[in-house]
């Protein structure tokens, strides 16, 4: 028998159960939940990492061609440096003294882990202008490039320090990371910037 004013106990019971989630129910949803998120982070590095490569390449294609347009515009030479192996300098070159500025007018750290390097079994691009044996740039037949120095020149054109048209290739990738790699060229005649990914057989633009 019910009284007037007063819930039933089984009333109260039901009441309590649609208000929600237990404590339990909610730490095994809130784990279950982080273990799904975990997993799927896992599973999704290799591809995070591939396009962080694909980005970095980009970069440098557009650090090389800014510089390129640079010297164009500004009728001068526009020296390139490789640092380190993750970063790229430009200097120019001062009138009418024509040497090399003592400090960098750019200094463009490529993006988290990838640097300039080549893997085991990785072959040369298409363009065929050189694979390093060390390292991750090659210019001219030199790793590295040549002790002369390398620049763009104000007809757009990519030479040594002597002005002798050089062409060569700067490889990226991540370490640990075949499917990452991707690799920039430069036409020395022309100065022409292009760039390459790899995908373990062979490359593709």
Not at 45 to 50: C, E, N, V, Y
Not at 61 to 88: C, D, H, M, W
Not at 188 to 196: A, L, P
């Amino acid at each position: 028998m019910e009284y007037p004013g007063r819930k039933s106990t089984i009333t109260s019971h039901a009441d309590n159960r649609e208000r929600g989630f237990t404590l339990l129910e909610s730490l095994i949803v809130i784990s279950m939940s982080m273990t799904i998120m975990a997993i799927s982070i896992f599973q999704l590095q290799p591809t995070m990492r591939l396009f962080r490569a694909r980005a970095v390449t980009g970069q440098v294609q557009g650090t090389l061609r800014q510089a390129r347009e640079l010297a164009i515009s500004q009728r001068r030479s526009i020296v390139v440096q490789f640092a380190g192996n993750n970063t790229i300098q430009l200097f120019q070159v001062l009138e009418p003294t024509n040497t090399m500025a003592l400090t960098p007018f750019l200094t463009v750290p490529i993006g988290s882990g990838v640097q300039f390097m080549t893997f085991s079994g990785e072959t040369d691009t298409p363009d065929g202008f050189g694979f390093p044996a060390t390292g991750g740039v090659e210019f001219g037949g030199i790793v590295g490039g040549p002790t002369t120095g390398m620049q763009f020149q104000s007809d757009g054109t990519f030479t040594d320090g002597s002005g002798n048209p050089i062409n060569g290739t700067v490889f990226l990738a991540s370490p640990n990371a075949n499917s990452t790699a991707g690799a920039v060229t430069v036409l020395g005649n022309t100065g022409k910037v292009r760039h390459y990914y790899y995908n373990r057989t062979g490359w593709y633009k």
